[in-house]
């Protein structure tokens, strides 16, 4: 493992098994920090471990032994004693800066999130979904229950973009192989409070867009600024993708939820898409790709946890390989016209078209 000191040498890490079985202490110290806010604090220079500590209410020694820990790592940068500064690798635990993890440190160190990896061992043994044996509820209906896990989920601050206002909406990067320009009427299925696709509309003038989500997310998206610079051509619908999707669209965009379910749910979604979209429609999906290629990559690396992780905290839920994807799309009565990467470690872009 190679990390970056905080004066951009190299540190080479000689990790082993032995010390990956203490990766676990890395995440959680770094979930500490991230819901401290350590890393904003720091945004305007070094400061010492009692200031960051009467700041955000903690045992200063304590902090401080954190925070050693993590430089280590080359994680934040102790540049004397007991004074830390940000560095490239904790720059992007800041709040609102362009690709922040704060919330996705959060988020995967939460209640939910961790003791569902703590029962991992009960889904290993009965191939059953730990989040549902933990709250008796599955994944989507505990953030139905808990507004702060699905703000979480859902998250503002993590998002790409140059402004909080409106006008200045940074498109994603991973979207950028793909041409939308020839598109009237977008859906989004399950966008969120709309990001993405506010995203694409300021970047494609011509074309109108359809955010689905459900209740409590749709009243979220209300008050976003994305969507408010948008919101003379994004129209806000409420409902269910399992019960009736909005009909008339030329194209229909899902990004990160047919991963979240079995396939024969991930097909009724799709088949929702089909019945509801016009003649010659187009379906875009987006997710990460398991590769089977022989050689592994940082990318297989994350989708092979992230598959670990859906089975632990969705029913069904799983990433697949492209034959996989195509076998869903077929399925769903669509035939799969394209497979482009993107520059993103994450996601592949899947184009079909309604036969």
Known sequence: MVLSDPKSKTIQLPFNTFHWVHAYWISRCIYVVAKLGIADLLKDGSQDCDALAAATNTHSDS???VLRALASMGIFAETQPRYFELNPLSD????NVPGSLRNL???RGEEHYYKAWENLMYTVQTGKCAIEHLYGMD???YFEQNSVARKLFHPVDSLPKTSSSSKEIQYPSFLEPYDFSSISKLVDIGGGRGWYLA????ANPNITGVLFELPKVIDEAKNSPEIASVSDRCQLIEGNFFEAIPEGGDAYLLKEIVHNWDDERAIAILKRCHQAMKEQGRLIVIEPVISTEKEFSMNDFLTRFSDVHLMVVCSGGRERTETEFRDLFTSAGFKLTKVIPTNSEFF??????KT
């Open 63 to 65: 902090l401080y032994r």
């Open 105 to 107: 440190a959060i988020m």
């Open 199 to 202: 995203a694409i509309l300021e």
């Open 92 to 95: 992007c635990l800041q709040s």
């Open 139 to 141: 994944l989507f209906q």
């Open 348 to 353: 592949t872009i899947f184009e079909g078209v």
